[in-house]
């Protein structure tokens, strides 16, 4: 059975695709979540992929991870990376190896997108890659982790 990573993603992520293109782009939540599983798989890891709009069920999935003892977490909490304590403090507590992602640049828009309490919880943050974000965080934490890319060599 392949280790696992958790995919979350936070409000209004739902809405990619159509949610102010210019900013996120034209990709679904759907391609986000296809992005992920490949490149898990590319690792031999499988992606668990979920999203809410609650802050609460987001929580509930970072225990969950936990419960299910999870290989790693990567992390879109949208807006509530910039004013959720309890989402940070749920990260710290289950001390899974995490990375924080965002779609779009968040020190390049408006003040109070600045700061990241889920960063803080994170061993990596990534923005504005765009949903290539997701690829190159899911490529960092499997380094973090030591799963290997299938048909890699491993170096001795």
């Not at 210019?22 to 690792?43: P, S």
């Not at 924080?100 to 828009?109: D, G, L, Y």
Request: net charge neutral.
């Amino acid at each position: 059975m392949a280790r696992t990573i958790y995919v979350l993603n936070g409000p209004n992520l739902n809405m990619l695709g159509t949610r102010e293109p210019e900013t996120y782009g034209r990709a679904t939540l759907a391609d986000v979540e296809k992005l992920c599983a490949d490149t898990a798989g590319d690792f031999g890891l499988a992606a668990d992929c979920r999203q809410s709009n609650r802050e609460g069920e987001l929580i509930d999935f970072i225990h969950d991870a936990h419960a299910k003892k999870a290989a790693g977490i990567v992390i879109n909490a949208g807006g509530y990376s910039h004013t959720s304590v309890a989402l940070h403090d749920a990260l710290v507590a289950v001390n899974i190896p995490t990375v924080e992602v965002h779609i779009s640049n968040i020190h390049a828009r408006e003040d109070f997108r600045h700061h990241s309490f889920t960063a803080r919880a994170a061993f990596a943050s990534l923005c504005g890659f765009g949903i290539d974000g997701y690829r190159l965080a899911i490529n960092g934490l499997a380094a973090k982790i030591g799963a290997v890319k299938s048909g890699a060599k491993v170096k001795s």
